[in-house]
């Protein structure tokens, strides 16, 4: 890997996160695709109310 690039691994129970930073791009891999699932509902709703809260009104 180059120096932009840094890679980390996290075991929690049975389920492997591998975070890898490339420059301002975090990408999240998880060995458990309903744990993905799950972290990436709450992503999505969490950014929908910060949109929500940034319109002006």
């Given at each position: 890997?180059?120096?932009?690039?840094?890679?980390?691994?996290?075991?929690?129970?049975?389920?492997?996160?591998?975070?890898?930073?490339?420059?301002?791009?975090?990408?999240?891999?998880?060995?458990?695709?309903?744990?993905a699932?799950?972290?990436?509902?709450?992503?999505?709703e969490?950014?929908?109310?910060?949109?929500?809260?940034?319109?002006?009104?």
């Open positions: 890997m180059s120096s932009d690039v840094e890679g980390d691994q996290f075991d929690i129970g049975t389920t492997s996160i591998r975070l890898v930073h490339a420059g301002k791009v975090v990408q999240i891999l998880f060995s458990s695709s309903l744990e699932t799950l972290l990436y509902e709450e992503l999505s969490r950014y929908k109310r910060a949109e929500e809260g940034l319109r002006p009104g």
